[in-house]
């Protein structure tokens, strides 16, 4: 039955329709592209595609729209096309297509939700195929039941509203014919597979309202005969000059001069938009509801900013003021730079147009969106929750927003909305990972960033989200669950944030590591990272080649590895690394790592190490797999370190030393050789001095203050020490033994860094791979309770030398533990564990 539409004007004739300035409002919500395909080169790609319709099963009733155009790579172009029926666009059923300088296609990657349109009267008859395509009521009747629908009594328009009308696919979820009989809580993602149940014909309302001082952002799904909401969401995505900035010190911003003027205008970086270039603008506590951009900054000087916290109720203008402005230049700088230097992307589209940011947005205002009205971003001051919200991770996710809305256009809901999100989260990430290594070169570095949105903003100390565990702010997923879909998009973003993180740097096999996944059951358990300069580039060109509107988790997958695969090679350590970082979400079964069977792989990487100038750095790895015994080299910042031919590198650290990032490659035995190369881990080398809480830890003064066996401590013959002339030699005994030895220490509370380390050898009689004999390396407290076990070595572990090993003891930071080495021999052969050098060094 047709709804009267006396009886919808009825029921919403109380509601305004009025604009929230005066004059007239923005016409459309999106923008045309800075470089539109011309009427030739549409003509020609439309009659290309045109020509496979019948490859695809499809008649003439349907067809394609060509919404916009983006550069690829030499001299590609990549066009969106919305999937047609009758003229009208079916939702989420579009196609990415990738031409050549020719205009010649050269792929295809389709979201097809179009087969089951048909208008035959079979079909009609059949309850399926195509709706009728006449509407009951208008698009301004439409965009009237929305708005009553949306609880926008009051509220006025910020831009004008869109009604489109079109095809809704109304789609189901369900299991493949293999998952039939899974439990609920055994489900993978590819277990599921949406289908099309049937179609409806929909108005898609876009109100971009405020009221009560608040933005009201939202899209509307109305069946277009009975005026019924088939789905509703929220839209608004929300999170050289010298500058004072109040997150990353003195830093240079391009800033242009007018006359005796300085503008923060910066004109080499994209082009047109409002301003003619990047620009902040003073908003000067505009109300969030209906924010304007204001005037571009201008000071006398070109030097910007105090570098403090914005003072409530003070001049938007004055040092103070400038602030917030120099953090969102030197953000928007970086994020443009980012994508522009890295992957040749230009500004936000890709096509140069220039944006802006607005600061000092309302009063007090705790939050920062992206508007693609006008494609721009709105910065506040902080309140009870954030300080100014412009620092680098915020606007770079911000600015991610503007990336997505001019290519995928990933819908704001569902798992497609918590990619959206995610996608905000990783380019924040990598702009702040290239923004503190300087802002140059043509790589992302692997070190630079927190890996936590929003942790400076933040006045409680704690980030919006962690990308290694998102579930650690009480609400975000770490892995997909039949669930994820109906969480808000913030917290649905979490799985895919993780799977970056796995991707970039590796996970943990010790599952009380909060970089460890139980979906991870193939060798080795902890999967080894590709560094965030690969990953990224594999996730950017999925994201903006690959996904499409409806785009989910389990899509994702099959895009992302679909991007390593065109750039690294299929079976490439990068593709499988994408295999493993998504199996680790619950998103496809995990997979071996190496590529060839019998190949080398990582089992140990080097981690990061903290030290004071003068303290000794130690860096180890160890491996698995291929032709025993291995060798190695250690490289550091890319050159060969010499004489560093072990699977341990130690040296005294100084200054100068701070930053050097050092991995290292391990070869096998066979013919041809086999090899593996480690993550990479940095040297930090605080000024702060280390203080060494283990005393006599080289046992060069006799026993005190060691308890336990004391009687292995000594010089004896047939071992050597690490340095020095004195060792502990546990075990030896070829014979039923058990010996321990312990330190106790007291960590202050107050420590930032806790390194626990020893040097270790182990030799023995016994053969095979049999554990026989073992020394377990405890943390306990004062009454013997045992708090973590930090190591076991075995008769299995030995190898010639020495190598040091090293933990990390902050999680005991405030308590009085004791330090055990506890040995157990069996009856028959020796294996000898000899402990040198203990020491930890606090800061």
Not at 163 to 174: D, R
Not at 287 to 306: A, C, F, L, R, V
Request: aromatic share 8%; with cysteine; hydrophobic share 35%.
């Amino acid at each position: 039955m047709k709804l009267r539409k006396s009886l919808l004007a009825a029921a919403i004739a109380a509601l305004p329709f009025a604009p929230a300035v005066a004059g007239p409002l923005p016409d459309a919500l999106m923008a045309a592209p800075a470089q539109p395909m011309s009427v030739e080169a549409k003509a020609s790609l439309s009659a290309r595609l045109d020509a496979r319709r019948a490859a695809a099963g499809l008649d003439s009733e349907h067809g394609y729209a060509l919404r916009d155009q983006h550069p690829g790579a030499n001299g590609q172009r990549i066009a969106r096309a919305a999937h047609t029926f009758q003229g009208l666009r079916v939702f989420g059923s579009e196609s990415v297509v990738v031409t050549d300088e020719n205009g010649d296609i050269i792929s295809e990657s389709a979201s097809d939700r179009r087969n089951g349109l048909d208008a035959s009267r079979a079909a009609k008859a059949a309850g399926k195929g195509a709706p009728d395509t006449t509407p009951a009521f208008n698009a301004e009747e439409a965009i009237r039941i929305a708005m009553s629908r949306a609880g926008a009594s009051g509220a006025v328009h910020r831009w004008k509203p869109e009604a489109e009308l079109l095809i809704w696919p109304v789609v189901k979820t369900v299991r493949t014919k293999e998952a039939a009989n899974k439990p609920e809580s055994k489900l993978n993602a590819l277990d599921l597979e949406e289908v099309v149940d049937h179609y409806e014909l929909a108005y898609l309302v876009k109100t971009r309202l405020s009221k009560d001082k608040k933005p009201i952002y939202r899209d509307t799904v109305l069946n277009a005969t009975t005026g019924a909401v088939i789905q509703q969401w929220d839209a608004l995505q929300t999170v050289v000059g010298t500058g004072n900035s109040q997150y990353n010190g003195q830093v240079p911003i391009s800033t242009s001069l007018s006359g005796s003027t300085y503008r923060m205008l910066d004109s080499t970086r994209g082009t047109g938009g409002q301003f003619g270039g990047m620009a902040i603008t003073n908003a000067n506590h505009a109300p969030e509801s209906n924010p304007t951009p204001g005037q571009i900054y201008t000071n006398s000087t070109n030097t910007w900013g105090d570098g403090q916290q914005y003072i409530s109720g003070g001049s938007t203008t004055n040092a103070n003021g400038q602030t917030a402005a120099v953090n969102a230049l030197w953000g928007l700088m970086n994020t443009y730079d980012t994508l522009k230097n890295v992957l040749g992307w230009s500004s936000l589209d890709g096509n140069n147009t220039a944006t802006y940011i607005a600061v000092h947005v309302d009063n007090n205002y705790d939050n920062a969106f992206f508007d693609p009205g006008c494609k721009c971003m709105y910065i506040g001051d902080g309140g009870t929750m954030f300080y100014n919200l412009g620092s680098i991770d915020v606007i770079g996710h911000e600015m991610g927003h503007g990336v997505i809305d001019a290519t995928s256009n990933l819908t704001y809901s569902g798992e497609s909305g918590g990619l959206n999100e995610s996608n905000s989260d990783i380019i924040g990430e990598v702009v702040e990972a290239y923004a503190r290594a300087g802002g140059t070169g043509n790589t992302i570095p692997l070190t630079g960033n927190d890996w936590m949105t929003g942790k400076e903003i933040s006045r409680s100390g704690n980030p919006l989200r962690w990308m290694w565990k998102p579930s650690k702010d009480g609400k975000s997923k770490d892995a997909w669950s039949s669930t994820l879909g109906s969480l808000n998009v913030h917290y649905s973003s979490g799985p895919n944030n993780r799977m970056f993180y796995f991707l970039s740097k590796g996970s943990n096999s010790n599952s009380s590591s909060e970089m460890y996944s139980s979906y991870l059951n193939k060798q080795p358990l902890a999967m080894t990272g590709i560094g965030t300069d690969k990953a990224f580039r594999i996730w950017f060109k999925a994201a903006t080649t690959k996904f499409t509107s409806s785009t989910n988790y389990a899509t994702a997958r099959a895009k992302v590895l679909e991007a390593a695969e065109q750039l690294y090679g299929v079976n490439s350590p990068e593709a499988i690394a994408v295999k493993r970082a998504y199996a680790a979400i619950n998103v496809g079964t995990d997979v071996d790592e190496a590529g060839v069977p019998g190949g080398v792989t990582i089992t140990t990487q080097p981690n990061n190490v903290t030290v004071a100038a003068g303290g000794t750095a130690t860096f180890s790895v160890a491996a698995s797999g291929g032709t025993a015994p291995y060798s190695y080299k250690w490289y550091r910042n890319g050159t060969q370190v010499s004489g560093a031919t072990s699977a341990t590198y130690s040296f005294t650290a100084q200054a100068a030393d701070n930053g050097a990032v050092f991995n290292a490659v391990v070869s096998d035995s066979s013919s041809p050789v086999k090899t593996a190369t480690s993550n990479n881990a940095t040297l930090t080398v605080g000024t702060t001095p280390q203080n060494e809480l283990v005393v006599n830890g080289g046992f060069e003064s006799g026993t005190s203050p060691w308890a336990g066996s004391t009687g292995v401590i000594g010089n004896y013959s047939g071992q050597t020490a690490y340095e020095g002339t004195r060792f502990a030699w546990l075990g030896g005994n070829g014979s039923t033994a058990t010996e321990t030895l312990y330190q106790t220490v007291s960590i202050p509370s107050t420590a930032t860094t806790a390194n626990f380390s020893f040097a270790l050898h182990i030799d023995t009689a016994e053969t095979g791979s049999t554990v026989y004999d073992k020394l377990v390396v405890t943390v306990k407290n004062s009454a013997g309770t045992t708090l973590g076990t930090l190591a076991t070595y075995s008769n299995v572990n030995a190898a010639s030398g020495y190598q040091i090993r090293s933990f990390n003891l902050l999680p005991y930071k405030g308590q009085s533990v004791r330090l055990h080495f506890n040995m157990t021999e069996d009856s028959y052969l020796q294996t000898s564990f000899v402990v040198d050098k203990v020491s930890l060094q606090v800061q």
